[in-house]
Each structure stands twice: as C-alpha cells, then as structure tokens.
C-alpha cells in the first residue's frame, strides 16, 4: 500500500526529475555548420592547371558549394555533372552591374545552365568611391531594376559590399542608404565579413539591423595589426561565433570562404575547411 508519505517522496522526486530533464533540453544547443563552400577565385590560380584533381581536394576538405563566374571545360553541362559527381552545388554567379539587357540575358543563361539561383553583382557603383548622395540614389535605382530583372528570370538577386559602402557621406552611410532605398523583396545582399570590419562596422549589428535581407556570407579573416590586411578564415582576428549564431538563428544558408591576394589558396581552403568543421557557435 502507497502511504502519503511515500506518495510526496516520490512525487517529489518526479518533479525533480522532470525539472532536472527540462533543464537539460533548455541548455542551448551547440551548433556547427553543415555546409560550407568558396569562391572559385580564391583557387583562380590552380585552376589553370589539373582542375578537377584541385576540386576534388576541394570535396575532400569538405566543401560543398561553390560560388563561380563560369565553368571550365567543354561545357557548362558537362561542368555541372563533374561537380554533381563530387559533390559541390555551384550556388550563385556574377553579373556585371552596368551590364546592358543583352549581356544581361548571357549572364542569366549561363547561372542557370549551372544550376544556380542567385546572382551576384559584386561591384554596386559608378564610381570607385567614396560615395556621395547623388551615386548612392544612382546605385539603389540601378540595383531596383537589376533585381526586377533577375526576379523575372526566375533569380534572386544581391549586391556584394566593399568597406568603402561604411565610409560616412553627408547623411549616415552608404551601406544604409542602400538597404533603405532597394526593394527588400527583389534586392538582398551578399555581406563580405571582412569588408565591413575593415570599413569599422560591426559585422553583428549590421547582420541584426537588417535581417531577412541576407543570401550569402562571405567568411574572410583579418589579420592583426594596423594594416588590416586580408588572412585566411580562422588565422586572423574575426570572432566568427556569434556572427554564425545570428545567421543561423536568421535562417542564413550559404557561408562561402574567400581570401583576396591569397598566396596559396589550397592551403586556405584547408585551414579554413579544418576551423570551420571545428567551429562551435
């Protein structure tokens, strides 16, 4: 027979053990990228040589997509099949931002022979900056029409920054003014990590401030001192942990590796594959 005594013991042990269960699950979960992928250009030079032996090291570091202007080989269908074969999605293309609608159409056809859904324009200026009102309300006009243009041809569509869109004009920065004056259905951004901790924002709150509007993170490293030079992703001083939180908990899904001036880029993809694999967030 149960007596109250045993009935509160146990019962007290049931609520301790349902609280101690409960703590448990509300731990916050540790979270790692399950894809990543690079920017052809970083291996540009390799490339040029046996290019599917360096793609098929780029598989076995781990690399399952990949961000390129074009394709090598015979065809772009025989490209896309290759890299089906290994293993690596090609994921967005780049177009020309003054590029007229004939050059347009080339571009649009290419990205979609390779099986990509977005494209890139990685330079959205005129000019070589630094930029006043009068470029930026040129460049939002320009990447208005230009999204249209790729959401009309079944593409989404985002422009690549620069430090230089972090550089105040004569009301707040460009960088904004872009993000406020572009359609926020049709114009998204590819945000370059490093370029906005080069132009002295910072990359969290710029990733928070403007949520939803994100395709694509470019994963570069800063290397220390004054110079704020270029370094392979995990050998510099960018703190990529709770920049992948935000992004996961934003639904972000395309996380490309990309290093400019890069001397080797083999060993970069390496060490960036290793850091990124290992990385908690």
């Not at 056809?109 to 470029?135: C, H, N, R």
């Amino acid at each position: 027979m149960i007596t109250r005594r045993k009935f509160i013991t146990g019962s007290a042990a049931a609520i301790a053990s349902a609280a101690f269960v409960t703590e448990i699950f509300s731990i916050p979960q540790q979270n790692r990228l399950k894809d990543f992928g690079f920017i052809s250009g970083i291996i540009s030079k390799e490339l040029k040589g046996d290019w599917k032996a360096v793609l098929r090291m780029a598989a076995s570091f781990g690399y399952t997509e990949i961000e390129t202007g074009g394709y090598l080989g015979e065809s772009a269908e025989s490209y896309l099949a290759f890299l089906n074969e290994i293993g690596i999605k090609p994921i967005a293309g780049g177009i020309n931002f003054t590029a007229t609608d004939e050059e347009l159409m080339k571009s649009f056809d290419l990205i979609s022979k390779l099986g990509m859904k977005i494209a890139v324009t990685y330079w959205p200026w005129y000019t070589g900056g630094p930029f006043g009102l009068d470029e930026c309300k040129r460049s939002a006009e320009r990447l208005n029409t230009l999204g249209k243009k790729c959401h009309d041809n079944g593409l989404s569509f985002c422009w690549h920054n620069h430090d230089k869109e972090f550089i105040p004009m004569e009301k707040g920065l460009p960088f904004d003014y872009l993000m406020a004056n572009t359609d926020s259905n049709i114009v998204k951004c590819e945000l370059d990590i490093y370029w906005v901790a080069k132009g002295g924002a910072d990359p969290l709150s710029v990733l928070k401030m403007y949520g939803g509007r994100y395709i694509i993170l470019h994963i570069k490293d800063m290397a220390p001192g004054e110079g704020k030079d270029f370094e392979c992703p995990g050998s510099g001083i960018i703190d990529f942990r709770p920049i992948f939180r935000e992004a996961y908990s934003q639904g972000i899904q395309h996380y490309m590796v990309e290093r400019d001036n890069v001397p080797d880029g083999i060993a970069c993809l390496k060490s960036a594959s290793e850091y990124l694999k290992s990385l908690t967030f």
